[in-house]
């Protein structure tokens, strides 16, 4: 069964604080992992990672994906309060699991002034 | 433009009533749709998601189905509400045909289930 999890579950940090989110899957035939952040409603898309060891970077967010580990992780560096969010995981597979987006259980990031 | 329209933001349901709520994307033709539950403010849910007018895949067995009667609109629906059927409802779309596509997310219904 395709499977996301993410850790830690929560997160409480200081501002100007680095964090590290992290993100693992067992999926068939893996295609893509995908970074989304929610603050109220909709998730925004963060990242899209295909390839292992090449980072994507934007501002103080950066991630990296091990395909032969099976894991993610995505960095805020100097974090601030408007970084506060749930970071979620989705990986998508291929074969059986064409067009299927499957999500892991967020992490919970609170940043205190 | 890859908006997506979602009705009603919030709803109260009693236990046993029916619901239907929609979801209608702009943008182009033949999208991969889907629908997510989250409770909690957490992970995903993953529970329809649809490639095409009619074509329909189901990931978790519940009392919910959905419905693609056009090729921009996405239906989920119950006949008998539970009190574990509430959460937040996302709706969300990515390109169909391609992989390696983000999915774009509409702002979500709330039901509580009474």
């Known amino acids: 069964e395709d499977k996301v999890v993410q850790s830690p579950l929560s997160l409480v940090v200081h501002e100007g604080d680095t964090v590290t989110l992290n993100c693992s899957y067992e999926v068939t035939n893996f295609r893509s992992l995908l970074w989304y952040k929610q603050e109220k409603k909709a998730p925004t898309f963060l990242f899209m990672l295909?390839?292992?060891?090449i980072e994507k970077k934007s501002g103080r967010l950066s991630s990296i994906l091990d395909k032969k580990e099976l894991f993610s992780i995505l960095n805020i560096t100097a974090t601030q309060t408007g970084d506060s969010a749930v970071y979620l995981c989705?990986?998508?597979?291929?074969?059986?699991?064409?067009?299927?987006?499957?999500f892991g259980t967020g992490t919970l990031l609170a940043v205190q002034p | 433009s890859q908006t997506i329209h979602q009705w009603p933001a919030t709803l109260v349901q009693p236990v046993g009533s029916p619901l239907s709520l929609e979801c209608t994307v702009e943008g182009t033709s033949n999208p991969n749709l889907y629908w997510y539950r989250q409770a909690a403010g957490r992970g995903l849910q993953l529970l329809f998601y649809?490639?095409?007018?009619?074509?329909i895949s189901s990931e978790v067995p519940q009392n919910l189905s959905a419905s693609r009667p056009q090729d921009r609109q996405f239906i989920l629906s119950s006949k008998k509400l539970l009190l574990s059927d509430s959460g937040f409802y996302l709706c969300?779309?990515?390109?169909?045909?391609?992989?390696?596509?983000?999915?774009?997310f509409g702002q979500g219904t709330r039901l509580t289930v009474v």
């Open positions: 969300a779309r990515r390109w169909g045909g391609r992989m390696n596509t983000e999915a774009f």
């Open positions: 649809s490639v095409g007018i009619g074509q």
């Open positions: 989705a990986v998508e597979g291929v074969g059986g699991a064409t067009n299927k987006l499957i």
């Open positions: 295909t390839s292992s060891g």
